[in-house]
């Protein structure tokens, strides 16, 4: 069974700039595409960033954040940098299986919180 621990949360002023953290177990990190959500408050689950042929981003964070995997470690990583308060969210690991079907699994959520 795969697990997800995301880390790296917090709060942070306007500006400032975190790095979310999630470690990937159980299973072959190889064949699973990885990727950020958030969700806010009284708002739908949204994608972030992921990594599966290429890298996607968001439009409200392009220029701002960098997804990145390192398949030695079993992690992906969100550095968000110049952050807004309406960055602000819970946000979510998610890694999908390549295969058809795919198999969807999701860390328990970090919080960001950036203050303005």
């Known amino acids: 069974q795969v697990q997800l621990v995301e880390s790296g949360g917090g709060l942070v002023q306007a500006g400032g700039s975190l790095r979310l953290s999630c470690v990937f177990s159980?299973?072959?990190?190889?064949?699973?595409?990885m990727g950020w959500y958030r969700q806010a408050p009284g708002k739908p689950r949204e994608l972030v960033a992921a990594?599966?042929?290429?890298?996607n981003y968001a439009d409200s964070v392009k220029g701002r954040f960098t997804i990145s995997r390192d398949n030695a470690k079993k992690a992906v990583y969100l550095q968000m940098n110049s952050l807004k308060p309406e960055d602000s969210a819970v946000y979510y690991c998610n890694a999908r299986s390549k295969f058809v079907p795919s198999t969807n699994y999701w860390g328990q959520g970090t919080q960001v919180t950036v203050s303005s």
């Open positions: 990594t599966a042929a290429d890298v």
């Open positions: 159980g299973s072959i990190f190889s064949i699973y595409d």
